[in-house]
């Protein structure tokens, strides 16, 4: 009964990474404030988007080794961390530079090295219900942009 426990746990840590990280498709929410504060071209604002998802793509490919080298919560703290700073270096923008780096680059790494850890570690943890695992995962990366993007809204009607 414990190990079954101990595995609740991990899904939920794993859903909850996927949350934070999920936060990447609520980027249209910045595009026309940053073209107004900036005067960006709407293309520029738009390509710090279409960065994210090709760095955190691209590293997933090599997370995925390193998570086998050194552990999934070491790669997944590493990632957050390294996300948790792409976002912090991203409000500080001020140039176009500035946010590619920080959205894009340092948060793509983050977030591709996030990824990796709770699927691979669910699936290992539940071997009989990979489909289950995979689909309470990846939904739950796509609901972070979800709730990123009502909360918010929510929150500033009080």
Known sequence: MEQSAERWKVL???VMMQLCIGGIYTWSLFNQPLVDAFGWE???VYTAYS???FIFA???IFSGRLQDR???RLVGTIGMICFSAGLIIASQARSLPVLYLGYSLVGGIGV???Y????STGLKWYP???GMVTGIIIGAFGMGGFIFNVIPKEVSHF
């Open 12 to 14: 939920l840590g794993g």
């Open 42 to 44: 709407r293309t520029e």
């Open 51 to 53: 960065l994210i998802v």
């Open 58 to 60: 691209f590293v997933t």
């Open 70 to 72: 050194i552990g999934p």
């Open 112 to 114: 591709g090295m996030v």
């Open 116 to 119: 990796v850890c709770p699927l």
């Open 128 to 130: 009989r219900k990979k």
